[in-house]
């Protein structure tokens, strides 16, 4: 289902995470030091424990585990408008380019599907290749600025102090329901 490597899982977050996920989080925020678009602030920041202890019993963060059982990844859901939205999805920089990213996000997608949801929206750099390409890559497409939900506008107010939001964008996926992707059932005959 997620091409994970070898050794590697996905699996609902436990609070006893909390402090591996934090580290991760700002790992992952190191990748940004060379493109200049984070201030140094948002490259010290990460997603608070408050967050995580919150979110996790809500079956809304999701780890990445090596074959050890350490997190070296995760992704942060939480309900928006009607459909789902990813929060945040980091690897650590030390898995990186094996696919765990994208079995994330994969992950996300089911649990929208299996929350009978519409979508998956998101807000990203445009053109950081891990970010707007990735997605894209994905079947994420850009929503228009004039398409923009009220509560997009709020995420990118609370960013502007930290980022240039003029490089990022949101972005949706549609999520397609069982029925549609393996039709209809057939009727059973005598």
């Known amino acids: 289902m997620s091409d994970l490597p070898e050794g590697y899982s996905i699996t ?3 609070l006893d995470d909390v402090p591996a ?9 190191s990748m940004f030091a060379a493109t200049g678009l984070l201030s140094d602030d948002a490259l010290d920041d ?3 424990a408050e967050v995580f202890e919150h979110e996790i019993p809500l079956f809304n963060v999701f780890v990445a585990r090596n074959q050890h059982g350490w997190a070296v990844g995760f992704a942060l859901i ?3 408008g009607n459909g789902l ?3 945040q999805v980091s690897v650590h920089p030390d898995h990186g380019q094996k696919g765990i990213g994208r079995a994330l996000l994969i992950r996300i997608l089911t649990e929208a599907e299996l929350r009978k ?3 998956v929206s998101l807000s990203t750099f445009r053109d950081v290749p891990w970010n707007g390409p990735f997605y894209a890559s994905m079947g994420f497409k850009e929503i228009p600025n004039d398409k923009l939900e009220a509560y997009m506008r709020e ?5 502007r102090p930290f980022m240039d939001v003029t490089k990022r964008c949101f972005m949706r996926r549609k999520v397609r329901r069982a029925l549609f992707r393996f039709g ?3 009727p059973e005959t005598e």
């Open 12 to 14: 609902p977050a436990e």
């Open 21 to 29: 996920l934090i580290a991760v989080d700002k790992a992952a925020s």
């Open 46 to 48: 990460h997603v608070p």
């Open 78 to 80: 939480r309900m928006r």
């Open 85 to 87: 939205y990813l929060d």
């Open 117 to 119: 949801l519409p979508h």
């Open 155 to 159: 995420i990118e107010d609370a960013q």
């Open 184 to 186: 209809a059932p057939k």
